[in-house]
């Protein structure tokens, strides 16, 4: 007994099939589609109830579309008068009744390649099939066999040699015994072939094939099926996967990736393999321009991420989605150069293919932001306030933890109050920066002066040389306090050049100082002092004057200079010409000033030319001389800079597998959960709807500790001590595309800003409320820190914390190893030693990753628009 009966009272195979199902698919089906000389048709079931064979014989007709199809897959057809592959036993066809679901017209749409005659269909009396078969081509001259019934044949497309005549058809229906495709990571492997697709192909393909599509029909039928062609390139991109995949694997992209196992209706099911290759070709995806190695503006409908981009020497620029592929590439493109030396830099690129085997990527070019009205007008209220450009003029803290140690100790700062930075500047000759003209000859003469008194030295006898080391000499009781050891020449001739070298540069500074005054920075010397800097100018502008006259005139100015000071630095040593000196000599463009370990080395090189000029004087007069009144300075300098600690420079990762320098990782103790939600949430307040998911992403890549971390480290320099630097400057950390959205989002934001007649009105009360925002922002911050990062600040010890350089002071905040790293120097009585106790400590990662976000999105924003409402700029 069957399992089941078949439940049409009128089918004479009632006991054909294993189930119902696969009964009414065998000898009740509408339509299917065969194999026949090398061409996939379509033949549509008679009135009769039997399937027509595409040769045209009746006697090729079959009930079962299984014996009709072994019939047209044998490899020679069979003539008209043979019938292999007989229907089922017991048929009886006279006692068939008519199927509501034949069709009564045949048709053909394409010519078949084959000797054999393809049978045309006949027209039908009937109006509804006439009507049916009006976009049919008819094959003319063909000798046709008389049917009781016309049938219809469509020509679907041509079988791929040794290919697999199951794997074709709509999709939404899935093909018997086809095997399941793998799924593919992000990037595949090609598809195979045609190997598992649908049966049954959908109705529209006889008429996309038949009837000529414009351009625009063919984007709205392509767009149905989730496919575009790029306009510029002529890339064919799937939009589902937002990558672009080879015209001719499409259709398989589709059927394997997203139509696979759906179950739907007839207009929604994915079209034959020619008919939308048909499709692309209309809009040019069979020939698609090469995309140029070089950057590019973005790609419509291709996703975006971010990539690495090749810096080395002598590399085309290459780009990769992985740092692992990056990495790979520098292997083996760049094993000449060190592990540490190779350079790489984010940047945004495009997937150019959805198949590994010819995966490359291409840089784009951002696209161009428009800046909104709001926004022009705080960019040029933030340029009206030099927001970020250096002070031109020099202002004292007002707070004391402001000022560095050099300044809080020596109260030069207030030696530069309302003194032009940039005028003071210009007082200090360089080699590349000569402010005095001649500073070049001047210099040259003083390395041959020094160089000729060096060699004299040893004509002045010992207990002289040791008064001439000895600090102030006229005041030595005893010979026992002179020192051990006379004055001689350094043991290097280096040293001499380099201390020669100094000394000029320190004459060119009072010529030039006298010549071009700076206002509020006086520099007073003896009237005679200043004779002999204005004779020694006009010499060396004299190319006639002899070196050995020029010699004779630097010995006078130097030795004026010891010898007669100005009644001004009698009365105040503040007023002393050198210390001047080392104030414009050590001041930076930006109004910061150097580390007290630099000045030391500075004030020591002249010490040994003025020695030598008061020896040069000696074997002139024979005469004793004063001291040096810098004596103080210099042992208050090598106090402070020998009490005052360093960033230490080499640190291991916590593996011990990756060392650093200028940095150290401290362990650090889980964060608050609670506060940190709280934190989240205002943060998410705070972007008022700005995206920022992106920018946390390279954030949380870039803070892996371990050494697989290491290629995507923030890259930041301790020592680096620009004004303004911090790692968000460095270009290869890519926060130069992060930095500006929030502000550039705000600022289109009706809740802030409002413009009526061209002219911008912010709402104050609303960016006040946002300012609060920050500030409750920053106190969570600052209990996170002191919570996370290992042990408890110290009083005043992170109130004024610095992400960046400023004029005032240096940066606290560094990022070593991947880790964001606070470094902090305090001590309780720090105003009266002058330097505190060095700790470098690091928060946990949960809060790090938000510290960034704030300091290098938020903070950017807050001062923009904090200059745009009239803050001061020392608040921002």
């Known amino acids: 007994m069957p399992k089941s009966l078949c439940n049409q009272p009128s089918c004479q195979y009632v ?195 038949s009837t000529p599509v414009l351009a625009a029909q063919a984007h709205t039928l392509l767009a149905k099926f989730n496919v575009i062609v790029e306009p510029v390139y002529r890339l064919t991109i799937c939009t589902e996967c937002n990558k672009p995949v080879p015209f001719n694997h499409m259709r398989q992209h589709q059927w394997h990736t997203h139509y696979k196992g759906l179950k739907l209706p007839s207009e929604l099911r994915l079209p034959s393999k020619p008919v939308l290759l048909s499709l692309l070709v209309v809009l040019g995806a069979d020939c698609p321009s090469a995309v140029p190695y070089e950057a590019i503006r973005r790609i419509e409908g291709i996703e975006i991420m971010q990539g690495y981009r090749c810096l080395n020497t002598g590399c085309g620029g290459a780009v990769y989605g992985k740092s692992r592929s990056l990495r790979r590439h520098h292997a083996e493109a760049h094993s000449d150069v060190e592990v540490g030396d190779r350079q790489s830099i984010r940047v945004s690129c495009q997937p150019l293919s959805v198949f590994r085997k010819n995966l490359r990527y291409v840089e784009i070019i951002p696209d161009p932001e428009s800046k909104s009205l709001a926004l022009h007008a705080i960019e040029q209220s933030a340029s009206t306030c030099s927001l970020l450009e250096n002070p031109e003029v020099f202002n004292v803290a007002s707070n004391e933890r402001e000022k560095n140690a050099v300044f809080a100790q020596s109260r030069w700062d207030e030696l530069l109050e309302g003194v032009n930075i940039s005028a003071l500047r210009k007082t200090i000759s360089t080699p590349d920066l000569q402010a005095f003209p001649s500073f070049k000859r001047l210099r040259s003469v003083a390395r041959e002066y020094y160089e000729d008194v060096s060699r004299s030295i040893t004509q002045i006898p010992v207990l002289v040389r040791r008064y001439i080391a000895s600090s102030n000499p006229n005041t030595l009781s005893v010979v026992s306090d002179l020192k051990h050891k006379p004055f001689r020449r350094p043991q290097e001739l280096k040293t001499v050049v380099e201390d020669a070298y100094r000394t000029a540069q320190f004459v060119a500074f009072l010529i030039t100082i006298n010549q071009f005054p700076v206002e509020f920075f006086p520099v007073t010397v003896h009237p005679s002092v200043e004779a002999q ?234 960016i006040l409320k946002w300012f609060n925002e920050l500030d409750e922002i920053v106190r969570l911050l600052y209990y996170l820190i002191c919570t996370t990062w290992g042990g408890g600040s110290r009083g005043t010890e992170i109130e004024r914390l610095l992400y960046a350089n400023n004029s005032r002071n240096t940066r606290n905040v560094f990022v070593i190893n991947g880790l964001l790293t606070i470094v902090t120097e305090y001590q309780k009585t720090q105003s009266l030693t002058g330097a505190g106790k060095l700790i470098a400590r690091t928060p946990a990662f949960q809060v790090n990753r938000l510290i960034i976000l704030v300091l290098g999105v938020a903070f950017w924003a807050a001062g923009f628009i904090g200059c745009y409402i009239g803050m001061d700029r020392s608040h921002l």
Not at 28 to 38: D, T
Not at 86 to 112: E, K, M, Q, T
Not at 747 to 756: H, V
């Open 15 to 209: 006991f054909i099939g294993s189930n119902a199902e696969s009964h009414r698919k065998e000898l009740h089906s509408a339509e299917h589609k065969l194999p026949y000389n090398g061409v996939k048709v379509k033949v549509f079931r008679r009135l009769d109830g039997k399937l027509p064979c595409p040769c045209g014989s009746e006697q090729h007709a079959r009930y079962s579309f299984k014996k009709l199809t072994a019939l047209s897959r044998l490899s020679q057809h069979p003539l008209p008068e043979e019938s292999p592959h007989a229907d089922h036993a017991g048929s009886d066809s006279d006692r068939l009744p008519v199927s509501p679901l034949s069709n009564s017209i045949s048709s053909l749409d394409v010519p078949l390649e084959s000797t054999t005659p393809f049978a045309a269909s006949l027209m039908s009396t009937s109006e509804a099939s006439l009507a049916f078969a009006q976009d049919i081509e008819m094959v003319e001259g063909a000798d046709y066999q008389e049917t009781a019934e016309p049938m219809r044949v469509i020509v679907d497309e041509k079988v791929a040699e040794g290919g697999d005549d199951v794997a074709f058809g709509g999709v939404g229906e899935l093909s018997e015994g086809a095997p399941d495709s793998e799924e593919g990571s992000e990037y595949q492997d090609e598809f195979p072939e045609a190997a598992d697709e649908e049966t049954d192909v959908d109705e529209m393909d006889g008429a996309v094939t």
């Open 533 to 766: 800097l204005k004779t020694l100018a006009t010499e060396l502008e004299d190319e006639n004057c002899s070196i050995s006259q020029l010699q004779d005139t630097f010995h006078e100015c130097v030795w004026f200079i010891l010898s007669r000071p100005s009644d001004e630095y009698i009365r105040d040593e503040l007023m002393c010409p050198f210390t001047r000196f080392l104030i414009a000599v050590n001041l930076k463009d930006s109004g910061a000033f150097v580390r007290a370990s630099v000045i030391p080395p500075i004030i020591a090189q002249p010490q040994w030319c003025f020695r030598a000029t008061a020896l040069k004087e000696i074997l002139k007069r024979s005469t004793d001389y004063n001291g040096n009144p810098l004596l103080q300075n210099m042992n208050l300098f090598r106090a402070l800079a020998t009490r005052q600690q360093g960033l230490a420079r080499f640190h291991w990762n916590i593996g011990r597998s990756v060392i650093s320098i200028d940095g150290s990782v401290s362990s650090f103790v889980d964060g608050v959960q609670r506060t940190i939600g709280e934190l989240e949430e205002n943060i998410q307040r705070l972007f008022c709807g700005c995206p920022y998911d992106d920018i946390l992403r390279p954030i949380d890549e870039a803070s892996v500790p371990h050494q697989t971390g290491q290629p995507r480290w923030f890259r930041d320099r301790p020592t680096k001590n620009d004004f303004r630097y911090s790692f968000f400057e460095e270009a290869e950390n890519g926060f130069e595309i992060y930095r500006p959205r929030l502000l550039n989002h705000l600022s289109k934001d009706p809740r802030f800003f409002i413009t009526t007649d061209n002219r911008v009105v912010p709402k104050n009360g609303a």
